[in-house]
Nanobody
């Protein structure tokens, strides 16, 4: 079991930046991947970024490539999502997740989820 707690959400204007953090309750093994997702009202949860803890490889959804960056700290217990050039369509609840055994952006591949942090981008 692992608990995840997101933080760093808030309200920004178009073009602004936010850095989301995800604190894990314990060290996550190298054979596991972590990911960031979001869900806007009335829409399905969307995978945004994934990180393989073993080799550091990353994967991004087309909607955020070049704007968002997933990273980790050296302890592998805190993960980040740096979000730049934010747009109103980025407004959503953002979640971190882990438990996937390969680099994936699919919701069903992840076992453990945080409660989410809200991001609102105004025009």
């Amino acid at each position: 079991q692992v608990q995840l707690v997101e933080s760093g959400g808030g309200s920004v204007q178009t073009g602004g930046s936010l850095r989301l953090s995800c604190a894990a309750s314990r060290y996550i093994d190298d054979n596991i991947c972590v990911g960031w997702f979001r869900q806007a009202p009335g829409k399905a949860r969307e995978g945004l970024a994934g990180l393989s803890l073993g080799n550091g490889k990353t994967r991004y959804a087309d909607s955020v490539v070049g704007r968002f960056t997933i990273s980790r700290d050296n302890t592998k217990t805190t993960f980040y999502l740096q979000m730049n050039s934010l747009k109103p369509e980025d407004t959503a609840m953002y979640y971190c997740a882990t438990g996937a055994y390969y680099l994936s952006l699919a919701v069903h591949d992840f076992t453990y989820w945080g409660q989410g942090t809200q991001v609102a981008v105004s025009s």
